[in-house]
């Protein structure tokens, strides 16, 4: 092979641009990828955190829900209790009113039999002092007769 000078300079100027590269051009460019390196990394260890701040957000979202769903729950349920107690409550107060109307009807035919019985007792004893009258065809005196009369008027 036949080296002349033309050779030998292309050779000299290609490590003098090597050179230049080295020493001007390729930090910059080492300088710029590293950076993008490094942000690329900082994207994407942002990006786990983001994803695990989501599970997290997303865990504490169920949890919340169901603590709200339980907390639901539990007050239908003591609204439930209370309008069974309320039902309660009213069923008893009609119980109670119902037996006091039964015992004051009790009580008002009880009245209501004795004067029967107090009638009935005045009008057979009228009947009584009628028929014995009657009977012995002269009169009786109610006044006189009183005390007789009474006492018929109890074994009736």
């Known amino acids: 092979m036949n080296m002349n000078a033309t050779f030998i300079g292309q050779?000299?100027?290609?490590?003098m641009f090597v050179a230049f590269c080295m020493k001007f051009v390729w930090p910059p460019i080492s300088a710029a990828l590293d950076e993008r390196k490094q942000k690329i990394a900082e994207g994407l260890s942002a990006?786990?955190?983001a994803e695990r701040d989501l599970e997290l957000a997303q865990e504490k979202a169920s949890g919340d829900?169901?603590?709200?769903?339980?907390?639901?729950?539990?007050?239908?349920?003591?609204?439930?209790r209370r309008a069974n107690q309320v039902v309660e409550d009213a069923k008893?107060?009609?119980r109670e009113e119902g037996d006091r109307l039964i015992v004051q009807a009790q009580a008002e035919i009880e009245r209501?039999?004795?004067?029967?019985?107090?009638?009935?007792?005045?009008?057979?004893?009228a009947l009584a002092l009628a028929g014995a009258?009657?009977?012995?065809?002269?009169?009786?005196?109610?006044?006189?007769?009183?005390?007789?009369?009474?006492?018929?008027?109890a074994e009736l």
């Open 112 to 125: 209501e039999i004795n004067a029967a019985r107090e009638q009935l007792r005045r009008e057979v004893a």
């Open 133 to 153: 009258e009657k009977v012995l065809a002269s009169e009786v005196n109610p006044a006189a007769h009183k005390q007789m009369l009474d006492q018929l008027a």
């Open 47 to 49: 990006a786990d955190r």
């Open 11 to 15: 050779i000299i100027w290609f490590a």
């Open 65 to 80: 829900l169901k603590e709200a769903k339980a907390k639901a729950a539990e007050i239908i349920e003591q609204a439930n």
């Open 92 to 94: 008893g107060q009609a």
